[in-house]
Nanobody, 117 residues
Framework: QVQLVESGGGLVQAGGSLRLSCAAS????????MGWYRQAPGKQRELVAE???????KYADSVEGRFTISRDNFRNTVALQMTSLKPEDTAVYYC???????????WGQGTQVTVSS
């Protein structure tokens, strides 16, 4: 079992930046891949970014070039640096973990990001 604890998030004006962090604990093989999803009101949850233990990254087209995902394998943490934020980035952001790319089976509690215009 994996526990994921998020921090960061909040309210920011359009064009601003925010940083989300997530700490993982539990069986290390269950978080070979870590990532961030988001869900806006009335919309489906979407994958924002993911990163493997080896550092391979993948981003949604909507955030490519604006968001950067990174991880610290020693501390078992993952971060999402968000820049040039837009109102459409407003959502609840969830940390996620899984054994392989594009497969996540552990989730954090979610943190709200609100971007005002």
């Amino acid at each position: 079992q994996v526990q994921l604890v998020e921090s960061g998030g909040g309210l920011v004006q359009a064009g601003g930046s925010l940083r989300l962090s997530c700490a993982a604990s539990g069986s290390a093989s269950r978080f070979n891949v870590m990532g961030w999803y988001r869900q806006a009101p009335g919309k489906q949850r979407e994958l924002v970014a993911e990163i493997t233990r080896g550092g391979t990254t993948k981003y949604a087209d909507s955030v490519e070039g604006r968001f950067t995902i990174s991880r610290d394998n020693f501390r078992n943490t993952v971060a999402l640096q968000m820049t040039s934020l837009k109102p459409e980035d407003t959502a609840v952001y969830y940390c996620a973990a899984g054994p392989v790319l594009d497969y996540f089976d552990s989730w954090g509690q979610g943190t709200q990001v609100t971007v005002s215009s």
